[in-house]
Structure formats: structure tokens, C-alpha cells
């Protein structure tokens, strides 16, 4: 109907209370519409209404039990609640629905990677990119389980891979100059850190990482620089953790 598509047309330009207020309307004309639920859902989470989410997304999966985007969205929002072992239920369940949901082995990989269980997470990222071979983030997070696991040769593979792909990523370099520190290479590591800040200025922890660098490598000065600029950083981003470590380090290098 009406309230329908301009609900849609409203969600799709960033409108999400007027997308909300017509999905009401939608929903008491039709309170059994599947689709309705699932997209205010969509919009209720996108302006931080988590438990209304949740509760469009259980309606919807009632409605629907068949709907994997359903059963991803709900996933998505039990991972972000905290609740790793129903978000990996769900991630199963719209997997089974949707055997070819590359976000959804992706998501699930992470979940399993937080959780230890290192080679499922492999499995799912491995999937995610048998299913999508230029999926650059599944390499990106195959690499740093390969890194846990000291399997820094496979790392770099995903890393470069990963790179080939999308040569502007940050974090690929960034992490791919800590496995590269680690086999000591530190030439290409710090060329790989340099590569990171350029590309994402505000990159604390890869000034904090280079200064460390600097410093094994007897280049004091350049050290403390970066350490110093990895110290504003992470206050100006509130992370008082990483501050204080950095200002420790600083310190002993005094």
C-alpha cells in the first residue's frame, strides 16, 4: 500500500522516525505483514532502538520462521547485546535458510574467533571467501586468526590477498606490518605502518606500534614522536587504556 512504499522511500533516504511512523500504520492496517516488522526493525535499529529491533525481529520471525534475513538481523542484534551463543544460533539458522549469506559465516566467524574456537572461525571466514573471492574483510579476519594461531606465513598470504583487493584498507597494512615486525622484516613493516597512517591519519595504535619499532630499531627520536602522537591520539579518542600504556612506554624510554 501507500504508507508501505513511502516507508521504504523514507528509510532509504535516512527518514528513519518517518519510516517508523509509517511501518505503524502499515502494521495496524495489516498487523500480520511479515515484511513490515522486519524493516522497522531495520529502521529502529539504525537510530538506537535496539530492544524495539528485537522485538520487530521476533515478530517478524514468527510470522515468517522462514525469513534468514530475519534470523541474520536478530543475530546481528544478540552479538551486539552480548549474547554470542544465540547469535551464533541464528547466524546457523539463516545459513540453513540461505546457504549463500556470506555475512552471515563472516559474523559467525568473528563470534567464534572471540569465543576460542579458532578453526571453526577459519572455516566460516574460508567459506565466506569460497562463496565471494574478492570478500577482502573475510581475508582480512582469516589473517588475523592465522596470526593467533603463529601461522604468520598463511597470514600474510590473506593479507596481501586482502590488499590486491582493496589497496586503500588500512588495517590490512596495519596488520600485515605486525606480522611482518614479528618474521622480522622490519623494513617492509615499517613500510607497511607508514602505509596504514597515511591512510588513516588518526591510526593510534599504528603510532604506537611504529614508535615500538622505532625504537628496536635504535631510532630514538622517531620513537618518541610517534609514541607522543599515539599518546594524543588516544586521548583525543577517550581511550585511556591505550594512553596510559603509551605514556608507560614513554617513560621507560627516558
Known sequence: NAYYGRATAKGAMGDYQGAIADYDRVIR???????????????????????GAATDYDRTVSLNPNDATAHFNRAVGFAQSGDRAKAIAEYTTALKLNPKLVEAYNNRGGIHFTMGNRQAAIADYSEAIRLKSNYATAYLNRGIVFYSTREYRQALLDYDRGIALEPNNAELYFNRAVTKSQLQSYDQALADYNTAIRLQPNHALAYSNRGLLHAQLQSNPAATEDLKKAAQLFQSQNNTAGYESVMRKLERMK
Not at 498487523?31 to 529502521?43: E, H, T
Open 29 to 51: 492496517l495489516k498487523p500480520n505483514q511479515a515484511s513490515a516488522y522486519l524493516n522497522r526493525a531495520v529502521a529502529k535499529n539504525a537510530i538506537g532502538d535496539r530492544a
